[in-house]
């Protein structure tokens, strides 16, 4: 038979989070480290024998209260009396939080939560209290009393945090927004999950630790742009960092930064600032390749042979081309591929360097599910839209045909656009016929649509991020209601004081990158 849901939670009063959200709960989850108020519940439920069926697995109080309405088993406050077992929302007054309600008494309702004051405690509130907004009402009548349920739980703990993704996924599917606008505050106590972050450093054959101050930075880009770590250090001679020299950084022990020296500065203090970058770097070098029927993916390893790059797994692009690229930058040569890939095949392919070797990937392998981005996992947003910067609703391709010796015009536009924004027109040559037409419908496609822009700062930190990467994100931007995968065009890993926050730049679906 299941356990009564409350008495696990009353057992666990006391219990205290071991520094930065680290607790037993979050470990249980997947996600140690992050606000723990959902993980708390959804671990409480699993110790009774309660299926996520019943009482939603989650570390989101969003994903959490959006469950229960989904299912029509949420009651708003005023409306319901609360009782034992139900889980009860705060998302109102600047509040984002959740417990499980103990008891009920008159007007007072009772509860243990878990994150309150960084531990596990009973707590006491008016039930017209302006924090709370309602509460989720678990079928627990539905679970067979009679039957096996370690079978059950075993399935439950099985499912891990993927439930609360396949629920995303299922808004996803349906392009339809979380029910409600979330306005609450920075996700329970705005703590962000910090971890060990090492700085390792070689000079020549010494191999040494590098004591960084905090504020440490990496910044990816999606395009034409190298990775670039910034850091501050007390000058050393025996931590002796010069340029040319090779930084890596670990984070909870997995390399996730690795490059060289390029500047250093000192100030009258003896503080040394660092900045470093990843190998893309060196595709700021200009050069003229010329090449014949070779896919991108092929382009990028001739490039990066030729000067003395090292290479990881490169994904299969499939699309053949030839081309005379003169004086141009090896990003240029490499992007130049990838876009005629995209133009022909129709797939986005992303181009990174991971902890020292040159990556090519599908953008659709590079989903990060972990990272959810709502009003409750960030601290701020900017949203804007534009037509005044990558936006065209007239494409002309020029192709030099010296047989004819004239030109040839390959023409695309939106009528109805250009009557709205005048003409846009966006001009390029081309060095071959074959895909002229179909090149100027595609890029039409892509630049004829308003430029929408989202920035979002603080949100809670995940080393895997990276630009090209696909994080799940549901927000309320009144002219859109964005609920899909969007691709980060920008990321700021920012560590400071033991805590890791992103800032990102996104792009996808209704957004167009820039």
């Known amino acids: ?15 205290r989070e071991q520094g930065s959200n680290r607790t037993k709960y979050g470990a249980w989850y997947g996600m140690n480290g992050a606000p723990w108020c959902h993980m708390f519940v959804s671990w409480c439920a699993n110790q009774a024998g309660v299926p996520a069926s019943v009482v939603p697995k989650t570390a989101s109080t969003s994903t959490g209260m959006a469950w229960f309405k989904n299912k029509g088993m949420f009651k708003y406050k005023g409306k319901y009396t609360p009782k034992r077992g139900d889980i009860i929302y705060f998302k109102s007054a600047g509040a984002s939080h959740v417990g499980i309600v103990e008891r009920c008494s008159g007007n007072t309702v009772h509860t243990v939560e ?41 399935k439950s703990s099985k499912k891990s945090s993927e439930t609360e993704l396949k629920y995303l996924k299922k808004i996803l599917e349906k392009k339809k927004p979380a029910e409600e606008s979330m306005k609450g505050s920075v996700s329970e ?9 090492v700085i390792m450093a070689g000079n020549g054959k010494k191999i040494f630790e590098i004591p960084a101050e905090d504020g440490l930075k990496i910044v990816w880009e999606r395009k034409g742009t190298p990775g670039k770590l910034t850091f501050n250090a007390m000058y050393e001679k025996k931590f002796k960092l010069t340029e040319g020299n090779n930084v890596t950084v670990a984070v909870d022990g997995a390399n996730i930064f690795s490059g060289f020296v390029f500047t250093r500065q000192m100030s009258k203090d003896g503080m040394m600032s660092y900045t470093v970058y990843d190998q893309l770097r060196y595709l700021k070098n200009k050069d003229t390749m010329i090449y014949k029927k070779k896919t991108a993916d092929q382009v990028v390893k001739m490039v990066a042979d030729k000067f003395l790059l090292s290479c990881g797994k490169l994904a299969d692009t499939g699309y053949k081309m030839s081309k005379i690229e003169d004086d141009a930058t090896l990003f240029d040569i490499i992007q130049n591929a990838l876009d005629e890939t995209l133009m022909v095949k129709g797939k986005v392919y992303v181009l990174y360097d991971k902890a020292g ?12 599910n972990a990272s959810l981005v709502d009003e409750e996992t960030g601290e701020d947003f900017t949203y804007k839209t534009t037509v005044d910067s990558e936006v065209y609703n007239q494409v002309k391709l020029i192709y030099k045909n010296k047989e ?21 027109q966006y001009t390029e ?10 090149k100027a419908n595609a890029l039409l496609k892509l630049y004829n649509r308003k430029r929408r822009m989202l920035t979002v700062s603080g949100v809670i930190g995940n080393k895997n991020v990276r630009a090209g990467s696909l994080v799940p994100v549901i927000l ?11 691709m980060v065009e920008k990321v700021t890993h920012t560590f400071n004081n033991r805590r890791h926050s992103m800032d990102l730049v996104l792009s996808g679906g209704d957004f167009v990158s820039g």
């Open 404 to 424: 004819k010796r004239s030109y040839d015009l390959y023409m695309a536009k939106h009528s109805k656009n250009i009557n709205k924004w005048g003409v846009l």
């Open 1 to 15: 038979m299941a356990k009564d849901i409350v008495d696990v939670a009353v057992g666990e009063i006391g219990y």
């Open 476 to 486: 309320d931007l009144q002219d859109i209601k964005v609920a899909n995968y969007m």
């Open 357 to 368: 070797k040159i990556r090519l990937s599908d953008v659709s392998s590079m989903k990060v």
């Open 114 to 154: 878990g994150n309150t004051s960084d531990k596990v405690a009973r707590r006491s509130y008016p039930l017209g209290a302006a924090r709370i907004t309602g509460y989720g009402v678990p079928k627990y009548e539905s679970l067979n009393s009679t039957s096996d349920t370690s079978s059950g739980t075993k």
């Open 429 to 438: 040559k081309i060095e071959t016929p074959d895909i002229g037409k179909l």
């Open 189 to 197: 106590t705005g703590k962000l999950p910090g971890g060990e972050v």
